[in-house]
């Protein structure tokens, strides 16, 4: 793979990422505490998917590409009041 090329994916897979976690807080508002858990835990098991069978295998010949921020995606998110995003 070009680096170019990799640069793009882990982009793009970073910027999915934001976009799960930015769904957080309206999901939470517009759905019961169980709901929200629910989709919580699958938020969190589609990121941990992204870091490890895209960003991972990326990082394999360009680790320079993996941010420390990466590594957070591989637990459940956090809930949006207290999220650094």
């Known amino acids: ?10 982009a793009l897979a970073n910027s999915c990422i934001d976009q799960l976690l ?12 169980e709901e929200f858990a629910a ?3 699958g938020v969190a098991k589609v990121l941990n ?20 921020d990466d590594s957070d995606h591989s637990g459940e998110p956090e809930s949006p009041k207290s999220s650094h995003n």
């Open 49 to 68: 998917a992204i870091d490890v069978e895209i960003i991972e295998r990326v990082a394999h010949d360009f680790p320079d590409l993996k941010t420390d």
């Open 22 to 33: 930015s769904s957080l807080g309206p999901v939470e508002q517009s759905v019961s505490p």
């Open 1 to 10: 793979m070009e680096r170019k090329t990799a640069e793009q994916i882990v």
């Open 39 to 41: 989709y919580k835990r």
